[in-house]
Nanobody, 120 residues
Framework: QVQLVESGGGSVQAGGSLRLSCAAS????????MGWFRQAAGKQREWVSN???????SYAGSVKGRFTISQDNAKNTLYLQMNALKPEDSAMYFC??????????????WGQGTQVTVSS
């Protein structure tokens, strides 16, 4: 059973930085993919970033150039470095794990989320 536990959220002023972590356990697929999603209050969950089995990465346009996804396989941990944060980045951030299908990451396991609040 896959378990994902996020940490590192908090409150920060606009322009600041945060690093989110996601501790993963129970992942047996060595060719799996992982990613981050976020959901702001009253809005739908939106995809933020993925890292693929070949270690390539992809980002939503709204965060590209400001956020960096990475993973430490030895520690079974996924990270999201968030720089130049904006108030519109405020949301609950979720870690997700999945598998590649048709060239896309199909997420099928989710963490409980960590809250990020950016004040202006």
């Amino acid at each position: 059973q896959v378990q994902l536990v996020e940490s590192g959220g908090g409150s920060v002023q606009a322009g600041g930085s945060l690093r989110l972590s996601c501790a993963a356990s129970g992942i047996t697929n060595s060719r799996g993919c992982m990613g981050w999603f976020r959901q702001a209050a009253g809005k739908q969950r939106e995809w933020v970033s993925n890292v693929h089995p070949d270690r390539s990465t992809s980002y939503a346009g709204s965060v590209k150039g400001r956020f960096t996804i990475s993973q430490d396989n030895a520690k079974n941990t996924l990270y999201l470095q968030m720089n130049a944060l904006k108030p519109e980045d405020s949301a609950m951030y979720f870690c997700a794990a999945g598998y590649m299908a048709g060239g896309f990451c199909q997420h099928n396991a989710w963490g409980q989320g960590t809250q990020v609040t950016v004040s202006s």
